[in-house]
């Protein structure tokens, strides 16, 4: 039996049975941890029981939430409990429960509102399909010195402010919280993949349950997320990235600077619950259905929908399930004031909305008083839908960069729209060019999951060269002119293109229909696969600031000792060199910072540490992090041009 029968532990229980523990127990909890996988036992009552010899069993009663959200819901038959090892092994093998798990009053009662993160390369960190921000500043700087948190952002001249007039001040208990969560966080990267282990991991979940009771949950699913990559790096888990990982921490650091400066931006607290405002009378359109999975288990879909103004907007339908229930919601019924229609009818058809609650991302609520009248949906090539497609994708994309750039992860890219011709496939990619004239564009699965046909349907696609077609898609700011598409179409007017059945509006959701041969131009000789083609120029790929990013993920790998190795010697020559050949002087000084700050280790005569502190060496590794997201930033602006 494996963990997965475990309930989820919120954060500060773990932390207070892992704060009980003696130095001694504390160095022996990660073996525990660890054989706590075979002995899972689940019950008839809904608890886990897990035995540890004959005279200690540890049993998890979770509550009405589905998690162990109190101590006395952890209990164990041993003559050390509660301050025993073996209720603290459990609770340290068990998944680490969201934020939700704490009940609070809802501020609008909607189905399926669930805020998850979608299990694809946009990061770990996404909610299920939102709008987001991103943009682009200077690359800067010229200079090394970071003395400060707060000033490790201002160095590399990004703006953590962009509204006029002085940012609101923060109280005194959030400034505490937020500096004991940037001591956590700095620790946890100073000892790395290698050595964050249980009792890292507890101490960094404390100061992100303290940084929630003052009123930073924003901060606290950072370091949440933080946690469970650090636990998924640790048990080398399939579909596990440790550039997602190097951006979580990166993220938690620089939210936890800016906000222990005593400052911050707009929504840099966040919220624990998603508030709905009154949009009136609404008439909506759809135009695609996402399938959306998370990596704590949920599942479902979100159907995509466009108001007259061009307004985006969402119907979400995700719960508790995983990949199953990503499939079966596609067809699932649309519970919303009282429309009978399921998500496959929505993404093509359309809603009058009377008495409508929108979120500040887009999602329609289904509250009280919310009534809904199916109306006929709109083909791609009438407005307000045609509007999307009309648009220069250059323009389209400056209007998309225009935030801040430290919100890199590219899940909050509005969809875009545009005419491509397919050119071939390029590995996992399939490459088009934007038709007039325009850039060349990788297509990659917007979930890259095998039971999803999102990487089938465009495999089929790549074989034939020179179809048209009409995309809809989501940017990945994280990559050069890359394109996630959700849904295609047949372009108005052109003859060598889809040709799809007329109940579907002509164009096809990438992750619930498949395509098939009677969709494409009856041309025997293109049903032959071609070769791979050349995805043309990458600037990201190209530039030498591969090297800083190596570096940084060295750091969260093997921790501070990793990264002081590998600038040692003819080390420091050959990543400081190319990088300023390349005119990337201030990638090149950061870097070189970096790696000396990682070996500064003073000690006395007795050979004590004199700082054993690692705040300088996060605030090195935060200075280089946020210069190398702003440098690529710049190049993935350049792409798109």
């Known amino acids: 039996m494996s963990t997965e029968v475990l309930p989820p532990v919120a954060p500060d229980v773990l932390a207070e049975a892992v704060e009980q523990l003696s130095a001694r127990l504390r160095k022996k909890l990660d073996a525990a941890v660890a054989e706590c996988a075979a002995r899972a036992e689940p019950a008839a009552d809904g608890s886990v029981s897990v035995p540890f010899g004959e005279d200690a069993v540890v049993t998890l009663r979770p509550g009405a939430?589905?998690?162990?959200?109190?101590?006395?819901?952890?209990?164990?038959?041993?003559?050390?409990?509660?301050?025993?090892?073996?209720?603290?092994?459990?609770?340290?093998?068990?998944?680490?429960?969201?934020?939700?798990?704490?009940?609070?009053?809802?501020?609008?009662?909607?189905?399926?509102?669930?805020?998850?993160?979608?299990?694809?390369?946009?990061?770990?960190?996404?909610?299920?399909?939102?709008?987001?921000?991103?943009?682009?500043?200077?690359?800067?700087?010229?200079?090394?010195?970071?003395?400060?948190?707060?000033?490790?952002?201002?160095?590399?001249?990004?703006?953590?402010?962009?509204?006029?007039?002085?940012?609101?001040?923060?109280?005194?208990?959030?400034?505490?919280?937020?500096?004991?969560?940037?001591?956590?966080?700095?620790?946890?990267?100073?000892?790395?993949?290698?050595?964050?282990?249980?009792?890292?991991?507890?101490?960094?979940?404390?100061?992100?349950?303290?940084?929630?009771?003052?009123?930073?949950?924003?901060?606290?699913?950072?370091?949440?997320?933080?946690?469970?990559?650090?636990?998924?790096?640790?048990?080398?888990?399939?579909?596990?990235?440790?550039?997602?990982?190097?951006?979580?921490?990166?993220?938690l650091l620089t939210g936890a600077a800016v906000l222990a400066a005593g400052s911050s931006g707009p929504g840099s607290t966040g919220t624990t619950r998603?508030?709905?405002?009154?949009?009136?009378?609404?008439?909506?359109?759809?135009?695609?259905?996402?399938?959306?999975?998370?990596?704590?288990?949920?599942?479902?879909?979100?159907?995509?929908?466009?108001?007259?103004?061009?307004?985006?907007?969402?119907?979400?339908?995700?719960?508790?399930?995983?990949?199953?229930?990503?499939?079966?919601?596609?067809?699932?019924?649309?519970?919303?004031?009282?429309?009978?229609?399921?998500?496959?009818?929505?993404?093509?058809?359309?809603?009058?909305?009377?008495?409508?609650?929108?979120?500040?991302?887009?999602?329609?609520?289904?509250?009280?008083?919310?009534?809904?009248?199916?109306?006929?949906?709109?083909?791609?090539?009438?407005?307000?839908?045609?509007?999307l497609f009309a648009r220069p994708v250059h323009e389209a994309m400056a209007a998309v960069f225009d935030g801040d750039p430290l919100e890199s992860d590219g899940a909050g890219a509005p969809l875009l729209g545009c005419d491509v011709e397919v050119i071939g496939a390029a590995g996992e990619c399939l490459v088009v060019r934007v038709v007039g004239d325009g850039p060349v564009l990788r297509l990659r699965p917007a979930h890259p999951h095998p039971e999803l046909p999102h990487a089938a349907n465009l495999g089929r696609i790549a074989r034939y060269p020179g179809l048209v077609l009409r995309v809809l898609g989501r940017p990945d700011l994280e990559r050069a002119a890359t394109l996630r598409p959700l849904a295609v179409g047949s372009v108005p007017g052109a003859s060598d293109t889809l040709r799809l059945p007329e109940e579907w509006l002509a164009r096809a959701d990438l992750g619930y229909d498949r395509l098939q041969g009677s969709h494409f131009p009856p041309v025997a000789e293109r049903s032959v696969p071609v070769g791979p083609v050349g995805g043309g120029s990458d600037p990201l790929a190209d530039a030498p600031l591969w090297r800083v990013r190596r570096l940084l993920e060295t750091g969260v790998a093997g921790g501070r000792r990793a990264v002081a190795e590998a600038g040692r010697g003819a080390d420091t020559a050959a990543l400081v060199a190319p990088l300023r050949r390349a005119g990337l002087g201030g990638a090149a000084e950061l870097a070189q910072a970096l790696t000396a700050e990682a070996d500064r280790r003073p000690r006395d005569a007795f050979g004590r540490l004199r700082d054993a502190s690692a705040d300088g060496y996060a605030r090195a590794w935060l200075a280089s992090a946020v210069h190398l997201a702003a440098a690529e930033r710049s190049l993935v602006v350049a792409s798109w041009s």
């Open 65 to 251: 939430s589905g998690a162990v959200t109190g101590a006395d819901q952890a209990v164990c038959t041993c003559l050390l409990a509660p301050r025993c090892l073996h209720r603290a092994a459990v609770l340290g093998a068990s998944p680490i429960a969201d934020g939700e798990t704490v009940p609070e009053p809802p501020s609008e009662p909607q189905l399926g509102s669930v805020s998850v993160s979608l299990s694809v390369p946009l990061s770990e960190a996404v909610s299920v399909p939102l709008s987001g921000s991103s943009g682009t500043k200077d690359a800067g700087p010229e200079s090394a010195a970071v003395p400060s948190p707060g000033a490790a952002l201002g160095a590399v001249g990004v703006g953590t402010e962009t509204s006029q007039g002085p940012p609101p001040a923060l109280t005194a208990a959030q400034v505490r919280a937020a500096s004991a969560l940037w001591e956590a966080a700095a620790e946890a990267l100073s000892a790395g993949v290698t050595a964050g282990g249980t009792v890292v991991q507890a101490e960094l979940l404390r100061a992100a349950h303290t940084a929630r009771l003052a009123g930073l949950p924003r901060a606290e699913a950072a370091a949440l997320r933080v946690v469970r990559g650090l636990r998924a790096a640790r048990e080398r888990s399939q579909g596990q990235r440790l550039g997602d990982l190097t951006g979580a921490f990166r993220e």
């Open 274 to 387: 998603r508030a709905y405002e009154q949009g009136g009378s609404l008439k909506v359109f759809g135009l695609c259905r996402e399938p959306v999975l998370s990596a704590t288990g949920y599942g479902g879909v979100a159907t995509h929908l466009l108001g007259p103004d061009g307004a985006f907007y969402t119907v979400s339908d995700v719960r508790p399930g995983g990949l199953s229930r990503a499939r079966g919601a596609g067809s699932a019924s649309v519970t919303l004031g009282g429309a009978v229609l399921d998500h496959a009818g929505l993404a093509r058809g359309g809603l009058r909305i009377v008495g409508a609650t929108v979120s500040s991302d887009g999602r329609l609520g289904a509250g009280r008083g919310v009534s809904a009248t199916p109306v006929r949906g709109v083909a791609w090539s009438e407005e307000p839908a045609a509007a």
